[in-house]
């Protein structure tokens, strides 16, 4: 079956300490693989993606994210966090030409401490 | 600007009506989609449509109806069949790689 799995509900980090966000998925082809943001009452905003090629993966406001082919993870990172990253994030796979045809991830919120 | 607009940002629906989101999409994508999101569930795909005039089941169909009559338009009906219908509906459209979101309708069932 394909399937994404967020394990962290919930997650609250100090601002400025690390921050990585686990994603593991089940895909029976390539995965093209995706993380979104999304702030109360809005829609998702694409932070990165991954088709091919270098495993590591450079998004916007300061995220990367790892994708580890043997264990099935693309896990979300970024080294010191911000008040405004406050949010829920949603990890999501698809495949080559399915376009927004997603499956996503339960979704983690992640909640800074000043 | 480019983008995908949905409205209205909030909805209202007495039980046992019929009530209709729109999406519409300046972007010239071919592909179109509708998600719902309920707490603590991700987004679960609706209803998809790779061109105009042809549209397909996704994985919680029951209860909603589609067209496709443009390629800028899709709208999205949620019917008396829809037994849980207070969600937030997100409208999305794609490349064959890429989706980019609507900021949603929220539907409440009063």
């Known amino acids: 079956a394909q399937s994404v799995t967020q394990p962290d509900i919930h997650i609250t980090v100090s601002e400025g300490a690390s921050l990585e966000l686990r994603c593991n998925y089940s895909?029976?082809?390539?995965?093209?693989l995706f993380w979104y943001v999304q702030s109360p009452g809005q829609g998702l905003q694409l932070l990165l993606k991954?088709?091919?090629?270098?495993?590591l993966v450079q998004g916007i406001k300061g995220f990367e994210a790892e994708f580890k082919r043997s264990q099935s993870s693309f896990n979300l990172r970024k080294p010191s966090v911000h008040w405004s990253d406050a949010a829920e994030y949603f990890c999501?796979?698809?495949?080559?030409?399915?376009?927004?045809?997603?499956?996503f991830g339960q979704g983690t919120e992640l909640s800074v401490k000043p | 600007d480019g983008g995908i607009t949905q409205s209205p940002k909030y909805l209202f629906r007495k039980e046992g009506q019929n009530v209709t989101l729109s999406c519409e999409q300046n972007?010239?994508?071919?592909?179109m989609y509708w998600y719902r999101q309920d707490p603590g569930q991700g987004l679960r795909l609706i209803y998809y449509?790779?061109?105009?005039?042809?549209?397909q089941k996704g994985d919680i169909a029951e209860g909603y109806s589609v067209s496709r009559e443009k390629k800028e338009s899709f709208p999205l009906t949620v019917t008396s069949a829809q037994k849980n219908p207070t969600a937030f509906y997100l409208c999305a459209s794609s490349t064959q790689a890429e989706a980019f979101f609507g900021q949603g309708t929220r539907l409440t069932v009063v």
């Open positions: 449509s790779q061109i105009v005039n042809d549209f």
């Open positions: 991954y088709f091919s090629g270098d495993t």
């Open positions: 999501a796979v698809g495949g080559s030409n399915q376009g927004g045809k997603l499956i």
């Open positions: 972007l010239n994508h071919d592909a």
């Open positions: 895909y029976g082809a390539t995965p093209y």
